[in-house]
């Protein structure tokens, strides 16, 4: 197993990055439009060549502008790391994160808007503003994160996309990826994965459970910004 010095771990959402997020609608896009039946928000948040590469990865992109109403709390249990970014991803595919929980609230038909919060071993990231797409029970929702400078890792943008199939029980057939969409400096990418780059993780029992409680036995410590086990690095 290669363990290179580069520490960049799974999906990096610590509670800084995720409050700090910011949903770029007015960008200029980098190539042509993704796809007309993805809404025009998320057309503004993800390229056509990344829609390839993920799609390529085993990603599956619910596009329509249908999608059903998310809403509620959904536990990932467990959430496995089932393809990296190559030989130089210091994170192997098989790599098991922690327990996960998703809220799902304040959808919004009419623009497609909702909002996420995250729950991971105790620690937790709010306030992450997504748009969704899909048709029936099928769903893909997109992020844009934004994360200032800190410390010594480099201004980054990631783009995050979780999809699935809503049921009676839970969600089926969850993945999440995440994406390098662009970052100031660290060209030898020891701190953070390289432009490009994605990482993909499923439920590995195929079904995200709807449960009542948006809480883990673990206590919450408030007082520091919390790192959730499947870091973005």
Do not use: H
Not at 126 to 137: A, E, K, L, P, Q
Not at 207 to 227: G, M
């Amino acid at each position: 197993m290669k363990k290179s010095c580069n520490t960049n771990s799974g999906i990096q959402f610590n509670f800084t990055l995720i409050i700090a997020l910011i949903l770029i609608y007015g960008c200029k896009k980098n190539d042509a439009s993704p796809n007309s039946n993805l809404p025009k928000p998320i057309q503004q948040i993800v390229t056509k060549s990344m829609l390839d590469s993920l799609k390529k990865s085993g990603m599956a992109i619910n596009e329509g502008n249908t999608p059903p109403v998310l809403e509620g709390i959904y536990k990932v249990s467990p959430m496995v790391l089932v393809k990296n970014y190559g030989i130089d991803d210091s994170y192997w595919e098989g790599y098991t994160v922690g327990d996960t929980k998703y809220k799902f609230y304040n959808f919004n038909k009419n623009d497609l808007s909702l909002m996420i919060d995250v729950l991971q071993n105790g620690k937790a990231g709010n306030g992450n503003g997504s748009f969704i797409s899909g048709n029936g029970n099928k769903f893909s929702v997109f992020s844009e994160i934004k994360k200032q400078a800190e410390f010594i890792t480099p201004t980054n943008t990631s783009v995050q996309i979780i999809s699935g199939e809503i049921t009676a029980t839970g969600i089926i057939n969850l993945q999440i990826s995440l994406t390098m969409k662009s970052k100031d400096g660290d060209e030898n990418n020891t701190m953070l994965m390289p432009i490009g780059a994605t990482r993909i993780y499923i439920d590995n029992d195929a079904l995200s459970e709807k449960v009542n409680n948006f809480s883990f036995t673990k206590p919450i410590n408030s007082r520091y910004p919390q790192k959730l086990d499947s870091e973005l690095r």
